[in-house]
């Protein structure tokens, strides 16, 4: 086992778009196990918009600072143990950090099943999985025959709410940026319209993908799109606001989106923002649901796995810009 | 019983703020009942800020357009019936409009029972008191020890908001405008703090008032005063969506508030929009509960009672800017 430990730390804070060189590739020494600890070697590090927002302020987790290694979920195996609960070579999914081993106290962690492949424990039975399943059916509860639009359609968590609004009988419209994507939404996934919202007529795309207006929108950017589809939603509608990507990079907060609180009002929406932690008792069974739709073909799981520690800072630069389809991650 | 039919008409839609100038006052005939009609005879007609927000276009109901008999609930007596369902002396709630008389379908009225004074069917048992009891116990679901704010504070709604707050053990916030009502809400209603939305240093008062943030937010104004209550939110907060009466004099709809939807996701807000008659199948027990408070002296009604029809246009400019202290109605 090497004694050293790569290490990527935040160089500075971004203050606008962030970009490889607020980053910085150090090299540490690789930490023991104090008493009730595991040592983890990082298998793959989970991409999220998530790791941007962090950067920015507290969020439902403490703001990073300078200095500090970069935040992240992976998939870990735990290398030496000194606590009763894990083994060597038990598979946990932890908060790492994007660095080759981490020492994290056992109690805090949960041992995962050994499955084909690895991948899917961080995409499909993963954060993604887990927030899409929740935030639609939880947040959402979407009826059958309903219209769902989903932002960040071809990311991890859109391009599986939508599959999921078809599964449960309901029309899904994907929110992505250019037509490639949004062929890959109805060709691929069975989308049943996909809208561009870097064209021009993007409202009117929108509108014709939803002649009866949205039952339910599935809220991944907030900003523009969002005050489209809020505009678009019927009365009783149900808007899920999961994160809001499209303001991670912005100097200082923005105006909202205009309609707030006036459509809610007269059209009787809900809204609910929710993390999927939120929502632990109910795992059991949405795994459960979750596997089955694997085995049966109607979730197609979409990973992108790119490789190598050091292209971490690259690899959520692209991910902020859109570039994934389906889960990014990087294999370490 | 005299056959003209006073009337006030809205004279020219208002752009920007309205005035008793845009409404005029026309005699027309008395109606007569057709078949399965009844003719009202208008008493109290109730003022109320959606009254302007049907000017600026649909909402839950048809935009108002100029030249009609501008459109108001009021408390009404049977004048003449040509339906079983109601006789001559019966007292109703109905859509009379602006006017003496109107010509009504019977089966879509609901008979009140007589009771002293007849105007509590307007405040505290009519749609201000319905709206106070479903929008804070069914949206804003407080629990006792939490904090409730509710803006527009001093109006027929927001003072029955407060005071149903503390009957359930929360500590109360009211937002009003200047200190004067402020202290008739802490030292009349019982609130246990009020903050001026017109202060400069408004935002500070509010953090003040609520030391450990805000639980629940009933708000009935939008803009800027929704905006901060948005930042004072505790995570898991609900936000009942009952009006936006600071939007209502606008041009264009404005820009929204900073943090949405972000604050949505990291608090795990929920936001929920709502009209009275949503809860039409609730209407007996609210009604029961109501009238128990009222009758221990645990709930105060408050009643702003003018007279003259033709005023209606005046006390409607004022309701908006604020200078009424409880259910604002027009005694015909």
Chains 1, 2 share one sequence.
Request: aromatic share 6%.
């Amino acid at each position: 086992m090497p004694e050293t430990n790569r290490q990527i730390v935040l160089a500075e804070l971004p203050h606008g778009s962030r970009s490889p060189a607020h980053f910085r590739l150090v090299a540490g020494e690789r930490p023991r196990a104090g008493e009730g600890e595991v040592v983890v070697r990082t298998r793959y590090v989970s991409l999220d918009a998530a790791n941007r927002a962090w950067m920015q302020g507290a969020t439902y987790r403490s703001a990073l600072n300078a200095g500090q290694v970069m935040a992240g979920g992976a998939l870990a195996e735990v290398v030496e143990s000194k606590t009763p609960e894990l083994a060597v070579g038990d598979l946990v999914f932890a908060d790492t950090g994007w660095q080759d081993y981490a020492a994290l106290p056992g109690k805090r962690l949960t041992k995962l099943p050994r499955m084909e492949p690895l991948t899917h424990l961080l995409s499909v039975y993963g954060v993604a999985g887990l927030t899409a399943y929740f935030g639609l059916l939880e947040c959402g509860r979407p009826e059958a025959g309903e219209t769902v639009v989903v932002s960040a359609a071809a990311g991890s968590v859109g391009s599986i709410v939508g599959q999921i609004a078809k599964i449960k009988g309901c029309r899904a419209v994907g929110v992505a940026g250019g037509a490639e994507k949004g062929r890959w939404l109805t060709d691929e996934l069975g989308f049943d319209a996909a809208v561009d919202y870097k064209a021009a007529d993007f409202k009117k795309q929108l509108r014709e993908a939803c002649p009866d207006g949205i039952d339910v929108y599935f809220d991944n950017v907030g900003g523009d799109v969002f005050e489209a589809c809020l505009f678009g939603m019927k009365t009783f509608g149900r808007i899920a606001c999961c994160g809001a990507v499209s303001q991670y990079d912005g100097e200082a907060p923005r105006h909202g989106p205009r309609g707030v609180p006036g459509l809610i009002v007269t059209k009787r929406l809900s809204l609910r923002g929710f993390i999927v932690s939120d929502f632990d008792d109910k795992r059991t069974q949405a795994l459960a649901d979750l596997q089955s739709w694997v085995a049966s073909g109607q979730l197609k799981v979409q990973e992108d796995v790119i490789d190598g520690l050091e292209n971490l800072p690259q690899a959520l630069v692209g991910l902020l810009h859109g570039e994934n389809r389906g889960k990014r991650m990087v294999r370490v």
